[in-house]
């Protein structure tokens, strides 16, 4: 706000300019014919009426006796040039700058008329309401209300380039987008234009491929993902949806599962390898590949991305098939270590790292798609845990954007397969601290691990480490049992979720040591989490299936699978939900069967829950699908969980 000083000087330099304009027109073309303006606003309104005095008396009356704006002439009306001194606004200045106050301006701001732009001489749109009695405004505010009242003087007519003004309508939200639909139809022109919506939709993970987004503009297509997405939420907070089991009897039991985006991938005891497609038949899951050689040597691990599909087995063979077509492996190979290798892909990425024993191996296909080994090289213990990360983004399939994050029993190392071993960079190393759980992102790693002999909040605890840097971030602690699975990639941005031995859940900001969410969860332990922006879904040792409300710490509800097998592997994307129950270890394998020989999943089964799909109406007249809200007629909506209610 403008000082005292500044405000007078500025009120005595407007004086000065106003008056200064009234005697070039007092004086005329030769300098005589008008008599100057020297007796402020007084004189200029005798000059309006006619006369030309100048005492209180005369000021008065030309207050209270002026003539309407109406019954002026057209030439006075009209002229908006700033030159003439019976300019509205210079008039209103004029008065203002002599010190009176609006409270002696409340009549004639009754009496005054709007005029049209458009046509000076026609009839006067009515006055807006004059101020309440008693109103006070500085004088700014008095001079932008009249100045708004009055429509002779132009405003904001500027026109932009179309280009131009896209450039500044890509900086808006979609509501402020919305909003601006709202203003004209030039604006509704630029505001729907296709490049700004296709832009929120990819920002909202909308598919604008030929074959989803046929005949619908982007805007529609956005529209159809919110609400879609509204819908996958509700359903997903009441459990409605389909549940499909894919069985696994014929390959013996199952022994290891993995998915991604809408890929499941199974391997069993028999050495059968299953791939399914979820969304490849309507909703039903469709296999897209399968080994029929039964082999006495089981799965021991797989891993599945959009483009390639990995396996290895316990006699240290690894094969790879590609996602999309099956059939022959693409590459094969063996690593002569004991047991079943340790396989890992990232999305999008046509690499795959796998571990046995001390030995790391890199595979990647070359530029005409023949499989190489990039990279074989040895740690100096058993490698326990391992993953692959992308640096960049998934089209950006190079090797060195790639990242091996790789722990022994006690260290954690970092490696970029496109360098040689030795500049493998080892940034987690605490002698005695066991790792138990490893997950990392392009930017950070998590590292759980268990230390005895130290403070009890130091046993079990998380470290995050910047993978660019080898330098901690932050120490999260609070566990009070060991930690047995983590999920740091899947999670919103600096969240992390954790589940322990001690039978909680546990949600950590990373940007603070204490968790947010620290639920008890399951009453054998903790087996597999996972979290979004607004739920957090974990798997227990029992058996059981929770999902729990991240906003308000409240359980929304809990199934259980399987009454034979924990949950080891559960996973959720969209409307999709995965969780897979089969015995953890070989050797009970055969007291199971003995055990619960009448349980069909006694093998193992693969549950996918369909949120998008309200399997409770499927196939239901709708008549029997009233509303309770209906104000008349018959209501026909009963519980629709039996089979005999579609009939």
Request: charged share 20%; proline share 6%; aromatic share 6%.
């Amino acid at each position: 706000m403008a000082r005292p000083d500044e405000l007078s000087k500025f009120v005595e330099q407007w004086k000065q300019e106003i008056h200064g304009s009234n005697h070039k027109e007092a004086a005329g073309p030769s300098g005589q014919g008008r008599v100057p303006r020297t007796q402020g606003f007084g004189s200029v309104g005798s000059k309006w009426e006619g006369g030309g005095g100048t005492s209180k008396q005369q000021q008065q009356e030309s207050r209270t006796l002026k003539t309407p704006p109406d019954q002026l002439p057209p030439q006075t009306l009209c002229n908006q040039d700033s030159s003439n001194p019976h300019y509205p606004p210079f008039m209103l200045a004029d008065r203002l700058l002599q010190g009176e106050t609006t409270e002696s301006l409340s009549v004639e701001q009754r009496s005054r008329k709007r005029l049209k732009p458009d046509a000076c001489p026609g009839p006067v749109s009515p006055s807006r309401q004059a101020e309440p009695q008693g109103t006070r405004h500085t004088l700014l505010e008095q001079l932008i209300s009249d100045l708004d009242e009055i429509n002779e003087i132009p405003f904001f007519e500027v026109s932009l380039p179309r280009e131009l003004a896209l450039q500044i309508f890509q900086h808006l939200s979609m509501e402020d987008l919305c909003r601006c639909a709202q203003v004209s139809s030039s604006w509704r022109s630029l505001a729907d234009d296709e490049v700004l919506w296709q832009k929120v939709g990819q920002g909202l993970g909308c598919d604008f491929s030929a074959d989803s987004a046929a005949g619908q503009k982007s805007k529609e297509v956005v529209k159809t993902h919110i609400e879609t997405d509204r819908m996958v939420t509700g359903n997903w907070k009441s459990r409605v949806g389909q549940i499909d089991y894919l069985e696994c009897a014929i390959g013996g039991f199952l022994s290891a599962v993995n998915s991604s985006g809408t890929h499941i991938v199974a391997g069993f005891s028999k050495g059968i390898v299953r791939l399914w497609d979820m969304l490849a038949d309507e909703n039903t899951p469709s296999v897209l590949l399968e080994t029929t050689q039964e082999q006495e040597r089981p799965v021991g691990n797989v891993s599945v991305n959009s483009t390639v599909t990995v396996a290895s087995f316990g006699s240290g063979d690894v094969s790879i098939w590609s996602t999309e077509h099956g059939g022959t492996p693409l590459h094969h190979f063996t690593v002569d270590q004991g047991g079943p290798p340790q396989v890992c892909t990232c999305p999008g990425g046509a690499v795959v790292a796998s571990a046995s024993g001390s030995v790391v191996r890199v595979d990647s296909p070359d530029a005409v798609g023949v499989w190489h080994c990039r990279q074989n090289f040895s740690c100096d213990k058993k490698v326990t845990h391992l993953t692959l990360v992308q640096k960049s983004e998934p089209p950006n399939k190079a090797l060195s954007n790639h990242l091996v994050v790789m722990a022994t029993d006690y260290d954690v190392y970092a490696h970029r397969p496109d360098r040689p071993p030795e500049e493998r960079h080892r940034f987690h190393s605490l002698y005695g601290a066991v790792v138990e759980c490893l997950d990392a992102t392009a930017e950070r790693a998590a590292v759980a691990s268990t230390c005895f002999g130290v403070s009890l909040e130091d046993v079990f605890k998380v470290q995050c480490y910047c993978l660019d840097t080898g330098k901690q971030l932050t120490s999260l602690r609070g566990h009070r049992g060991q930690v047995t699975c983590m999920n740091l990639r899947n999670s919103p941005p600096n969240m992390l979720v954790t589940g322990a031995a001690d039978k909680r859940v546990r949600v950590f900001d990373l940007r603070m040591p204490r968790p947010v969410l620290n639920q008890y969860a399951h009453p054998l332990g903790v087996s597999c989490v996972q979290m979004d922006d607004w739920k957090v879904v974990s798997g227990g040792r029992e058996g059981s299936l929770c999902v729990w409300d991240l906003r308000t710490q409240n359980k929304l509800w809990e199934m259980k699978p399987s009454k034979v097998h924990p949950i080891q592997y559960c996973r959720f994307g969209g409307p999709h939900l995965i969780a897979a129950c089969y015995p953890g270890t070989s050797s009970s394998r055969e007291e199971l069967m003995d055990q619960y020989r009448h349980q069909p999943d006694v093998k193992g089964r693969i549950n996918v829950y369909d949120f998008s799909v309200d399997q409770t109406t499927r196939d239901v007249p709708d008549i029997c699908k009233a509303d309770y809200d209906e104000p008349e007629g018959y209501n026909y909506n009963i519980s629709l969980a039996m089979p005999y209610d579609a009939v």
